[in-house]
């Protein structure tokens, strides 16, 4: 990672800003771990195709990311993965955490977004896993984010799942909360806008927030990319954009520089790009890294192809399908 040491972060960033004013750059690929270091001091979008572990390997370990965010495997037998036995996958997935965690920035953040494992029809839960993994890190938990969608399967012999987790720590020094927290990017609509306080010296002033509400713990109007969601790609265990875009706007400031370990079809890249913050992203499977390329230059040429994390939900009893007739 020779090229990072003649700059320093902040000179990047800067760098960074400038040149996202002037012209928009491209998104590369990269398949060898020591130039996709390189390459992220040039290059704003950077996918690295291969395994996470031969990138964060050939790193110096320089705190360099301001926000780790994925959705790891969740070793549920996808097309991309192999099922194992759950002990060896949270070994392996460790094994990972452990490599990459070094890499965050003091300040910065890291979210973990995850399901359920399900074996022999038992549920485990995977974020309670994880959790003891990153325990290990002295990172702080500032939220547990309970994402609730409105598809999936429909279980016969329990409730169906319709809700994912998003563990967010920050890394800080001296238990000093130094990490960016942007409310004020990612407001919500208040519930009651037209409220007025009834009593003491701000009687007859509105009672909340003029720009909306913060989003709280528990997000409900981001639904899964299903078949005819406008993010859908080939691939089967997508996020959309707009749970991440919320966490990007939230968690990091302009040219910051966002990483994603198991990028698939690069939803974060393209996040990344519509917030002009920086990307680099890391995905063993070919196709998926060749789409999340394509879709973050489609951003980068001004085309917006994806659901904003501020669209409320559509409400469904609009729709003649609601009634039986
Ligand atoms: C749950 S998917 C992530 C999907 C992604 N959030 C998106 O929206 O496209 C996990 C991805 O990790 C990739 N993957 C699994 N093991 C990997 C490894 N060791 N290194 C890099 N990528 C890996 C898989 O191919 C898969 O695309």
């Given at each position: 990672m020779k090229n990072l040491g003649r700059l320093t972060l902040e000179a990047q960033k800067d760098l960074h800003i400038k040149k996202q004013n002037?012209?928009?750059?491209?998104?590369?690929?990269?398949?060898?771990?020591?130039?996709?270091?390189?390459?992220?001091?040039?290059?704003?979008?950077c996918i690295?195709?291969?395994?996470?572990?031969?990138?964060?390997?050939?790193?110096?370990?320089q705190e360099v990311f301001d926000l780790i965010v994925t959705s790891p495997p969740y070793n549920i037998g996808k097309e991309y993965?192999?099922?194992?036995?759950?002990?060896?996958?949270?070994?392996?997935?460790?094994?990972?955490?452990?490599?990459?965690?070094?890499?965050?920035?003091?300040?910065?953040?890291?979210?973990w977004q995850t399901g359920n494992y399900v074996v022999k029809n038992e549920i485990i839960p995977l974020d309670i896993e994880f959790a003891t993994i990153f325990k290990k890190h002295n990172l702080q938990l500032r939220n547990r984010i309970i994402w609730h969608f409105g598809h999936g399967l429909h279980c016969?012999?329990?409730?169906?799942?319709?809700?994912?987790?998003?563990?967010?720590y920050t890394?800080?020094?001296?238990?000093?909360?130094?990490?960016?927290?942007?409310?004020?990017?990612?407001?919500?609509?208040?519930?009651?806008?037209?409220?007025?306080?009834?009593?003491?010296?701000?009687?007859?002033?509105?009672?909340?927030?003029?720009?909306?509400?913060n989003p709280e713990d528990?997000?409900?109007?981001?639904?899964?990319?299903k078949s005819n969601h406008i993010e859908k790609t080939i691939h089967p265990c997508q996020f959309p954009v707009g749970l991440i875009q919320r966490l990007i706007l939230a968690l990091t400031n302009e040219g910051d520089i966002i990483f994603d370990p198991f990028s698939g079809v690069s939803s974060t890249g393209v996040a990344a790009a519509a917030t002009k913050r920086r990307y680099v992203g890391c995905e063993i499977v070919q196709k998926y890294t060749t789409i999340g390329s394509k879709r973050i230059n489609e951003i980068l040429n001004g085309r917006k192809?994806?659901?904003?994390?501020?669209?409320?939900?559509y409400d469904h009893t609009k729709s003649p399908l609601s009634k039986r007739k």
């Open positions: 002037k012209h928009r750059s491209k998104c590369c690929i990269e398949k060898n771990p020591n130039k996709t270091w390189d390459s992220i001091l040039f290059s704003d979008y690295f195709q291969g395994d996470v572990r031969n990138f964060v390997r050939a790193g110096n370990k993965e192999k099922q194992i036995p759950i002990s060896s996958y949270l070994q392996e997935q460790e094994d990972i955490i452990n490599k990459t965690i070094p890499y965050l920035k003091t300040g910065g953040s890291v979210c016969q012999k329990r409730f169906s799942g319709r809700y994912e987790t998003i563990l967010w890394k800080t020094k001296n238990n000093i909360p130094l990490h960016t927290f942007n409310l004020d990017a990612v407001r919500i609509a208040s519930k009651y806008p037209g409220k007025k306080r009834f009593r003491g010296p701000s009687k007859g002033e509105f009672s909340s927030h003029p720009s909306g509400k528990v997000w409900t109007n981001i639904p899964n990319v192809t994806f659901r904003d994390h501020s669209l409320p939900i």
